[in-house]
Nanobody
């Protein structure tokens, strides 16, 4: 059983930055891929970014490329999402997720992930 706990959300003005963290426990963190998703009110949960076990492979939602960076520290069992140049459209609850079936490949499908955190709210004011 894998437990995921997100932190780092909050209220920020447009153009500002936030760094989200997701601490994992249970299982062997370096054996699985990790992803970040978000869900705005009234919308489907959407993929934001994913990273493979080593950090050598990352993928992003087109609208966040160049602004967001996903990274991981396997020694700390933590994955991060650095968010810069935030926009009001980035407002959502952000979730991290663990993919226990693929180690080498970062994937974007929400149904590819096995475990989810409880989410952290990010609000960007205009």
């Amino acid at each position: 059983q894998v437990q995921l706990v997100e932190s780092g959300g909050g209220l920020v003005q447009a153009g500002g930055s936030l760094r989200l963290s997701c601490a994992a426990s249970g299982g062997t963190f370096s054996n699985y891929g990790m992803g970040w998703f978000r869900q705005a009110p009234g919308k489907e949960r959407e993929f934001v970014a994913a990273i493979n076990w080593s950090g050598g492979s990352t993928i992003y939602l087109d609208s966040v490329k160049g602004r967001f960076t996903i990274s991981r520290d396997n020694a700390k069992n933590t994955v991060y999402l650095q968010m810069n140049s935030l926009k009001p459209d980035d407002t959502a609850v952000y979730y991290c997720a663990a993919d226990l079936r693929r180690r080498a490949v970062a994937v974007r499908g929400r149904y590819e992930y096995d475990y989810w955190g409880q989410g952290t709210q990010v609000t960007v004011s205009s």
